[in-house]
C-alpha cells in the first residue's frame, strides 16, 4: 500500500519530466535534421564541424570558463567569511537578493553605469584617468555575468562549509598545520562538492549566454547561445539552431557527468 501511494506521488513529477524536460529535447533533435526549406539533411551536422562554429564553439567554452573562475576566486573567500560573521543569515540574504531582480533589468542598469556619462567613467575622471569605453568590451561582458552568478556560487560552496565539521580543522591547527596547510588538506577538500555544485550552476548557463553578450557585449563576444538566437529569431534556419543546441545539451551533459559526484567503494 505504502508503495503504491509512493509511485501515485511519482506520477506529477514525472509529467513535468516528459512533457517539459525529455519532450523539448527530442524536438530539438527531431528539427536537427531539417534544413531551412523542411528538407531532411544531415548536413547541418556537417556544418557544425566547420570552422566557424568551431570556433564560436571554443569561444563559448572559454568565457564560460572564465566567468565561472573568476566566481569561484570571489566566492570562495565570501562564502568563508561568511561563515565567521554574526547575522550571516542576513548577509547570505544581501547578497542573494541580486539574484531575484530581472536579468534584463539588471543589464539595462549596467548600461547606465558603464556607459559613456554613467558613475564608472565619473569615478575614473576623479582619480584623473579619464573615461574610457567600457561598455562593448570583454572587461565589461566578463564583469557583468560574474556579478550575476556569483549569489549562484556563493550558495553551495556557504552550505557545504557550514556542514563542515570545525573540530577537523582545529585537529589539523593542534597537530601544527599552518593556516594555508588546514585550508589546502582539510577545508577545500572537504567542501569540494559544494565548488564542483557552484561550478555546475555557473558554467552551463555561462555556455549559452545570449541577452548579456548582446546588450554588455555589443556582440563583440559571440556564443553558442547567440548563434542559436540568431538561427531561431533572425535568419529562421531553425535546422542549424536546433543542431547546436544539440552539441550544447551533449556539452553540458558531459560536464555534469565530468563534476558530479562520485561513490566510492568501500
Known sequence: MQNKTRNLYLIPYVFWILLFVIAPILLILYYSFFDIEGQFTLGNYTDFFSPVYLTMTLSSFWYAFLITAFSLLIAYPTAYLLTKLKHKQLWLLLIILPSWINLLLKAYAFLGIF????????????LGIGAKQILFTDFSFLFVSVYIFIPFMVLPIYNALEKLNPSLVDASRDLGASSWTTFRRVIFPLTL?????????????????????RLIAGNRVITLGTAIEQHFLVTQDWGMGS???????????VFMIATGNRRRGI
Do not use: H, R, W
Open 193 to 213: 562538492d559544494g565548488v564542483k555544485a557552484g561550478c555546475q550552476a555557473v558554467f552551463i548557463p555561462a555556455l549559452s549566454l545570449f541577452m548579456i553578450t
Open 115 to 126: 556607459g559613456t556619462y554613467g558613475p564608472a567613467n565619473a569615478l575614473l575622471e576623479v
Open 243 to 253: 543542431t547546436i543546441a544539440v552539441f550544447l545539451i551533449i556539452a553540458m551533459a
